[in-house]
Every structure is written in C-alpha cells, then in structure tokens.
C-alpha cells in the first residue's frame, strides 16, 4: 500500500512530497486542476524555508533565477526609519531571501518530486474515511470517482481545499479581515536587494525584487483607493516610495486585487490524516509569510513520517505522533501571525504622534544589534518553536 497521499500540488503539498520521496517513501500527490493565473502569489522565500529546500536541489534552481534580497528597508514618508541586514543572521547558511515567483517555485519543486521518484495524479478528492491502519479518498476526475488508499493523508490542499472540511475541524479567525491590491511591474531605478516597507499617513507600499525581471508592488485597499493602472501605481511609488530613490514604471505585467484573512484551524490533523500550508492557517500577505509557513510544516510532519515508518506505517502511530505536530506548527503560526499581525497595524497608523512612537521604535530597532537580529529571524521564520527545518529536515531527507 501506498505510504503518503498528499492531496493539493501546491508549496506545501510539493515540499513535503520531496522530502518523504527523497527518503524512500512511496508518495502520490492528488491535486485538482487549478487554471494558470497570470499573476504570482508568492513572491519572497526566507533563509529557513531556503535552508530546508536545499537538499532537494530546489534552492539552487531558484537561486539561479530569483533576485537576491539581502536586506529590508522600512520608510515613513518617504524617509528611512530603519534598514535591517538579513546577514547578520547567524543560524543559517542563508544571507539573503529569494525574490521568486510561485509558479517557478512550484514548477521547480514539482520536478524535484519527479525525479525523486513521486507521482501525481489530475483529480479532487471529495471524500474521505480512515481507520487505524489506512486512509481511503474518493477522487473525482473527468466525471468518474476513483478510489485511492494509503497509511497516511497529507492535506496540502490549500485555503478553499475539502480535507480539513472532510475531517470537520473548524478554522477561527485571529485577526483582520483585509483587502489589498499586488501588481508585477517592470521598475527602474529601484535597488535590485532591498525590501521596502514605505508607510504613510495616506497609505502604505510595500516594494518587492518579485525576480528578475519585475518587482511586486502591494498595497490595502480602501473607498478612495486608485484604480490599478500603471500610471496609479507610478503615484503611488512617487507619493509613498523612498525618496533617495525614484522608481519609474515601464510596464505593469500583471495586477489583482484579494481578500484576505488570518486563520487557524483547531487542529492540524486527525487520525491519519495531517494538514499543512493554507489548509490549516491563512494569513494576509504583508510580510510574505503564508507560503514559508506552509514549507515549514511540510519539513515538520515530514521528518516525523520518516520517523514513524521506524516501526511501520501500518502500526499504530506512536500516542504522541499528531499532538506533537499540532502543538509545534499551531504555536509556531501564532507567533508567524502576532509578527504579521503587528506589521500590518504598524504600517496602518494614521496618527502623527502614533507614527512618530512607531518611527522611533525602528530606529532602535534597527541600531540595536540584538533587535535588529530579532527581526530578521522573524522575518525568516528562524524563531519559531521546534524549529522544523535545519538539522530534522535534513536528516529526514538524507535518511
Ligand atoms: C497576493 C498574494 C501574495 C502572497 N505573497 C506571499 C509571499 O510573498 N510569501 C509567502 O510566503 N506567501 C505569500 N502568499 C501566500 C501563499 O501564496 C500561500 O500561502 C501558498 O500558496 C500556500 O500554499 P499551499 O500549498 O498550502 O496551498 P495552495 O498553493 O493553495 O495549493 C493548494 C493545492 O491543492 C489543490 N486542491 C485544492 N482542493 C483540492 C481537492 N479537493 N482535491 C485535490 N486537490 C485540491 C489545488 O489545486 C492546489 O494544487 C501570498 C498570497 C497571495 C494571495
């Protein structure tokens, strides 16, 4: 019988199919189609997600085409507030992000998992039942149900996904509600390694190398917000951006608008069957931070499956094998979500003494050398309890 069903062919769904293939396991990845949209999601991987793709050989296929940010830069009206350098993070062999967009992140983890031998298969699952030795799916594919079984379910099947309905967990907001607008856009006179949170009284932007070919450009819509088109945006880059340096618009590539929300469902797993990814917690993308998640709840249930196929995968899993999932990721998310959370409410201050406390804040921030750490590694996700990447991750896809 099949070791690992992963349903959902996205971030999560591909990492965590890598990582298990790469260790011997058998792994099929059922995903639903998803028609191509014209616009990235993703568009920034953090040194913890990249240290734990690296022994797939993703990190050097994406570094060749991402756009190196090495540090990020935070403005209010137009002036630096603070500027913090990714390296001087000391716990991992990464100085720098990656500007990437998701479909090539997506496209090099799908032929990863290829070559490490998984399959996948076109369909949606849209039923589920388990026991204490297997888990069977139901997968709808050109009009025909199929059926398909394995010891263990990953359900990586993204926000709108059935698994987590399937099982009946629940997910609970944590926060805001949020609407913004992203936009790809080719942009001189910018710098090629800085990320730029420029904030305002008027509104924020955030300024992101997307690859190397665009940047993203990403803001919270309101009433009186513009409309999307490249001369709106070349407003906003001149009213918001960093004055030390003009951006000028060339081409708008792509733009969308979005909804977003932070959540977190109740539990990450039931039986045999383990969420990850937006499958168990979603989140606003100010800070770029859903889609690291969810790689590093790929290497946390990953190492763990490769652990318990120890004492086979038929038998039943060790008492603590799904708590100890749930308890790592679910608090690791709430500690991802308090930094997305207060990131967000800081770049929304509309109060000029407000501003002036937040301004001065970064700027300690950024002088302090232990703060100025500190908020790299959030960034990075490198604070995180448990830690599921580095040294598990790599014995797991080593094993
Ligand atoms: C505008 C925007 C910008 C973002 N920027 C960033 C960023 O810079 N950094 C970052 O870390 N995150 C970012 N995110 C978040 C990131 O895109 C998501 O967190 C990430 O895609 C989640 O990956 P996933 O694999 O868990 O789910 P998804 O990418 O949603 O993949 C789900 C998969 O499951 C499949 N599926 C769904 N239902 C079924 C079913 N019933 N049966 C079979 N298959 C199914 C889908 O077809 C798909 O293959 C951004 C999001 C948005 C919207």
Redesign the pocket.
């Known amino acids: 019988m099949l070791d690992v069903l992963i349903?959902?062919?996205?971030?999560?769904?591909?990492t965590a199919g890598c990582l298990l293939a790469r260790a011997g396991l058998s792994v099929r990845i059922?995903?639903?189609?998803?028609p191509f949209s014209g616009?990235s999601?993703?568009?920034?991987?953090w040194p913890h997600a990249l240290a734990i793709l690296e022994p797939t050989g993703v990190t050097d296929v994406l570094a060749a085409s991402g756009s190196r940010v090495t540090r990020l830069g935070y403005y209010s009206s137009g002036d630096p507030i603070g500027r913090f350098e990714i390296d001087r993070l000391t716990d991992t062999r990464y100085g720098f992000a990656l500007g990437v967009s998701?479909h090539d992140t997506e496209a090099a983890l799908e032929s990863a998992f290829l070559v490490a031998g998984g399959e996948v298969d076109d369909?949606?699952?849209?039923h589920l039942d388990q026991d204490d030795q297997q888990v069977t799916v139901q997968?709808r594919s050109d009009g025909q149900l199929a059926s398909r079984s394995a010891r263990l379910l990953v359900g990586?099947?993204?926000?709108?996904?059935?698994?987590r309905g399937l099982l009946g967990i629940a997910m609970a907001d944590v926060g805001p509600r949020v609407s913004?607008r992203?936009a790809d856009a080719v942009i001189d006179g910018l710098p090629e390694d800085e990320a730029a949170y420029c904030w305002t009284p008027g509104g924020g932007l955030a300024i992101?190398p997307h690859d190397r070919r665009a940047y993203?450009l990403?803001y919270r819509l309101t009433p009186d917000s513009p409309d999307a088109s490249a001369a709106s945006f070349q407003r906003l880059l001149d009213e918001r951006g960093p004055r030390t340096r003009r951006g000028v618009v060339r081409d708008l590539v792509s733009t969308?608008d979005?909804e977003?929300r932070f959540a977190i469902a109740d539990a990450f797993g039931l039986g045999r069957c383990l969420l990850?990814?937006?499958?168990a917690h979603?989140?606003a993308?100010a800070g770029?931070?859903?889609?690291?998640?969810?790689i590093l709840d790929a290497a946390a249930l990953s190492w763990r499956i490769v652990e318990a196929r120890r004492n086979g995968l038929e038998s039943p899993l060790a008492e603590n094998f799904l708590q100890d999932y749930d308890a790592e990721r679910q608090s690791a998310i709430r500690l991802v979500m308090a930094t997305a959370i207060e990131h967000a409410r800081d770049g929304g201050l509309r109060d000029g003494a407000e501003i002036a406390a937040r301004d001065g804040r970064y700027a300690a921030m950024s002088d302090d050398p232990r703060a100025h750490v500190d908020r790299v590694a959030r960034m990075s996700q490198l604070h995180v309890p448990g830690n599921p990447g580095n040294r598990r991750e790599s014995e797991a896809s080593h094993a």
């Not at 990850?276 to 499958?279: L, M, Q, V």
């Open positions: 349903v959902g062919a996205g971030p999560t769904g591909l059922v995903r639903k189609h998803r616009h999601r993703a568009s920034v991987i998701q369909g949606e699952v849209v997968v990586a099947d993204g926000a709108g996904g059935a698994v913004f992203i992101g993203r990403a969308a979005f977003a990850a990814g937006d499958s979603v989140m993308p770029g931070q859903g889609m690291n998640s969810g």
